[in-house]
Every structure is written in structure tokens, then in C-alpha cells.
């Protein structure tokens, strides 16, 4: 199964150098978003709503979605994906798929994403990695697309956050505000954003009547070494410490 998908433009990849972030529309068609959106609302009304994660109370989600759906598997293992990403991560030969999820924001159910890094939880040995946020239906930006702080993948690991009250990026790094935020997003099905896990991004509550509904897949550089790093997805899957991540788990993707 071959999803179509364009690719990255000379542009976007120096903005994304740049800045940390950006915007690619529409990455694919809207027939293809459509049909996305229809498999996605039946994962996630299959989805546990109890409440145990700061996580949990900012999006709703539904971990490793390629691994059980064949559509959001294809879109994840696509080439023009790997290239893009490479792309991107300027100085990567090659990238892994690391993890891949649909996200759910309801109106009156989740709050805001507090600002905070993807990277500080990771147990690879460098930080080249980024996620592609995917828009399946319209989100405009009062339905909480996210915004980011324009270069701020440059300060290197800031730190956790979701770990207590408080310790969003924002509260433990003041200095940030300094950075200028990227504008609100109107987003339409199809488009998507993509970030460095290095950079410092958030979104705001849903203020709309209907669930903002997106897919993410985040790639990294394939020639990371696993550190060790107590982590619950790489737990027990006999990772060797200082080895590349060689495991059907992390399939490579090469231009």
C-alpha cells in the first residue's frame, strides 16, 4: 500500500533548520486525511479514559496506531516520511521510526499542553529526532494547534515536564518568553507541523465543539545508541547499551 505523500521543499527545510519548527502543508491529500479520520474515531473510542498522567489530562491518545492499523502503518513507513525527516535532520543517512500515535483533544475534557521538550525522556545518545504532527480534520487554532518557541532547539535538554505541577518549560526556564512564539495555526486536514525534539512547543485548550483529532510519527536518527535509559517502551526488548536500535520495534527508513 502506497500513501501519497510530497515532499519537503528546499524552504521548508532551511525554516525547520532554523527555527526548530514548521509548517508543511498539505503534506498529504484530503481524500487521504478523510479516510485517516474515519479509522482513527474507532481506535479512539476504544481508548481508556481514566486519568493517570499529566499527559492524560492535556490529549487523549492511542499508542503505536501503525503497528495495528495497515493505513497509518503505510503513511509511517513511507518513503517520501523517510526523506523528508532525513531531510530535516540535516547530517542523518538514515532515520527509525520511534513512535507513532493518534492524539485527541476534547472540548471540556483536556486542558492545555503545557510548553515543554520531547527529548528529555529519550534513551538514545543524540537528539536528532523529530515528530511529524498530521492534522485528520480541520483544527483551527483555537482548537489547539500547536505553537512553538522559534529556535529554542538550540539550548539543548531544558529539562522533563509532566512530572509534577509547575515544571512546564516555562516555569523552570523564564528566559524562554524572550524567544519569539510561533503565530496561531490554522491547520486543514492534511496539513501538518513538524518539530525538533529539542524544541520547546505547547498547544492551547480546545475552545471548539468538536475533538481535534491528529496522527504523529516521530523518527530518529538510525545510527542512535540505546543508553540504557529506563524508559517503558524500550524496557525488556534486549536493546544492547552503546548498540544501534535494531529491532523490528524501530524499522529503518533509508532515502
Known amino acids: ?55 492524560d489530562e492535556a490529549f487523549g491518545q492511542s499508542r503505536d496506531i501503525a503497528a495495528a492499523d495497515e493505513l497509518f502503518g503505510a503513511l509511517a513507513l513511507s518513503p517520501a516520511m523517510g526523506q523528508g525527516a532525513v531531510r530535516l535532520l540535516r547530517g542523518v543517512r538514515a532515520v527509525r521510526v520511534q513512535v507513532t500515535n493518534l492524539l485527541v483533544k476534547e ?34 487554532a483555537d482548537m489547539g494547534s500547536l505553537r512553538f518557541y522559534d529556535g529554542s532547539h538550540r539550548y539543548g535538554l531544558l529539562g522533563r515536564s509532566f512530572t ?24 486543514r486536514a492534511g496539513d501538518a507541523t513538524v518539530h525538533h525534539a529539542l524544541t520547546v512547543h505547547g498547544a492551547p485548550a480546545n475552545r471548539r465543539d468538536r475533538p481535534r483529532l491528529s496522527f504523529t510519527v516521530t523518527y530518529f536518527d538510525a545510527d542512535a545508541l540505546y543508553t540504557g535509559l529506563p524508559y517503558q517502551q524500550t524496557d525488556g526488548l534486549g536493546l544492547q547499551i552503546n548498540r544501534p536500535f535494531e529491532h523490528e520495534r524501530f524499522p529503518c527508513l533509508r532515502p
Do not use: N
Open 164 to 187: 509534577r505541577p509547575g515544571d512546564d518549560q516555562l516555569t523552570q526556564h523564564p528566559w524562554l518568553k524572550e524567544l519569539e512564539l510561533s503565530p496561531p495555526l490554522d491547520l
Open 107 to 140: 472540548a471540556g475534557e483536556h486542558g492545555a499542553t503545557e510548553f515543554h521538550q520531547d527529548f528529555p525522556w529519550m534513551p538514545m545518545d543524540r537528539s536528532a529526532m523529530l515528530t511529524v504532527w498530521l492534522a485528520l480534520a480541520d483544527v483551527p
Open 1 to 55: 500500500m502506497e500513501i501519497p505523500v510530497r515532499q519537503v521543499t528546499d524552504d521548508e527545510a532551511a525554516f525547520f533548520i532554523e527555527h526548530g519548527w514548521v509548517r508543511l502543508g498539505r503534506l498529504v491529500p484530503p481524500d487521504v486525511a478523510a479516510e485517516l479520520r474515519e479509522r482513527a474515531a474507532g481506535y479512539l473510542r476504544e481508548r481508556s479514559k481514566s486519568r493517570r498522567t499529566l499527559v
